[in-house]
């Protein structure tokens, strides 16, 4: 647009110079002589393509544009692209990855070692009573990471951003385990009637631990048996505990094998040692088998297994001829009742699989059967021909030899089970024909008890009797341990046999009913 106008400017002064040549006085329009003067076409003027030139007569002079003034394209000026100017991706930018960035492990950032992380007491496991632990941690990790980004935009601006970050992170992770290990922190009956001054002298469990700090196997087997073995041949196993305190049923299917398979050991949880075994022949008034040994029971058979708190497991699922006792000849066991010493028991059995013969017990006997009767003190559970209590049993009872208590202490009493004179049924002592019986009883020099409950529809013990000892009756505790069997070995019956305890002392009530609870909530059949 400049170099129209000044060609424009340069016509009109042109032709201004014509015009006053031709109104010249005198008319004169022909070329002046040659003298020293500024001619109209500028003898020295800023072409456009020279600012300063000698014309052909020499004259030097200023034209009517200026000498000097501004060509086209400026001698002074801001060009195009500005010599001082904001390029396209401006000289303070954000570049490729951001003048302010999120660097590969980030301004604020999660560290090396987790946000949720494993605590020191192991976040994946919690004892059986649940506890919820919540632990803190503050790990302090602070790492500096210097990206040193460099990139080159198209104006060339390079620009290096070092970014430290330091981050404390406070990781505060509430875990609720389950101890997969094996503590005090499972509670069982033994438990319970220690609490409460009645300490467990010999514990059984075939299905669970009952005691919370024992660490052994539950039983052992016998593979490669036989439905008859007494003691005898085949491969012994024990089979452990699960860590949450229940019997391995796979580790019993493993040493088994697909053999005919037989327990031959149960052992003691109370950390006395009274371990029973099969046992020994007794008088041969008890029955056509009684002065024989007995056999031991075969566990693999689909009758034995049942769910319990959502194990399988085996129960130890008893035919007649079959039951377990103290070494013959071994005496009483270490911390076992003796003499007049006062006793309890609880046992949790089959009410559906109870027979009816002589006699299923459990309990403190004599560990030489074949010497005749001695005094017995045992829980009985099946139908007898002594004691009866309401409707056509099973019933629990205690078996103080010669005789089956469903309660009462004098002939004619309900529930009396004098061997020879039987009295009328004990209403207060109700029919238990259900898969979970659990019974209690309890002696002392002066009284005896009976209590019981359907262990999956009841949420307290029945009463089924509290009073004096049957008369002629006087406790003189051997301290063997029987299962089963009578204390002469009377081997008629059958039961089925889950878990039980023989305990020191006259338990109260409200122990009992503790007990109770939780083999409830152990949960069987479930």
Sequence with gaps: MKKVLGTIGWLFMVWSLIALGCTEPGGNTGVAPDSGESDADADTDTDADADTDTDADADTDTDADADTDTDADADTDTDADADTDTDADADTDTDADADTDTDADADTDTDTDADTDTDADADTDTDADADTDSDTDTDGDTD??????????????????????????????????????????????????????????????????????????????????????????????????????????????????????????LYDQSGFGNDIIVGTGGNTAGGDRAALDDWETVINSNSAQLTVGGHRVYSLYMDEYQGYRSPKGSGAGPGMPVGNQPQGIYMLADGTNAGWHCCWDFGNVTSTPADGWHFMDTLFFGTAFWGSGAGDGPWFGNDMEAGVWMGGSAP??????????????????????????????????????LRMANLTAANSLTNAYEGPLPQGKTLDHQGAVVLGVGGDNSNNSYGTFFEGAIVQGYPTDDVENAVMQNVKAAGYGQ
């Excluded at 990206?147 to 992170?169: E, I, P, R």
């Excluded at 020879?420 to 898969?435: A, C, I």
């Design 412 to 449: 004619n009493e309900p529930g009396w089970g004098g061997l020879d004179n039987p009295g009328p049924p004990n209403p207060n002592n109700p029919s238990l024909g259900v898969p979970f019986a659990i019974g209690f009883t309890k002696t002392s020099t002066s009284a005896y008890a």
């Design 144 to 265: 500096s990471d210097t990206d040193a980004d460099t990139d080159s935009d198209t104006d060339g601006d390079t620009d290096t951003d070092t970014d430290t970050d330091t981050d404390t992170d406070t990781d505060t992770d509430t875990d609720t385990d389950t101890d997969t290990d094996t503590d005090a922190d499972i509670q069982g009956p033994c438990d319970i009637y220690e609490a409460g001054g009645f300490p467990c002298a010999a514990a059984y469990g075939m299905t669970r631990r009952i005691k919370g700090s024992y660490t052994g196997p539950l039983y052992q087997v016998r593979s490669n048996s036989s439905t008859q073995n007494t003691g005898n041949g085949g491969e012994l196993h024990d089979i452990p505990q699960t860590a949450d305190g229940f019997a391995d049923a796979d580790a019993v299917d493993a040493a088994c094998g697909g053999t005919t398979c037989t327990v031959a050991k």
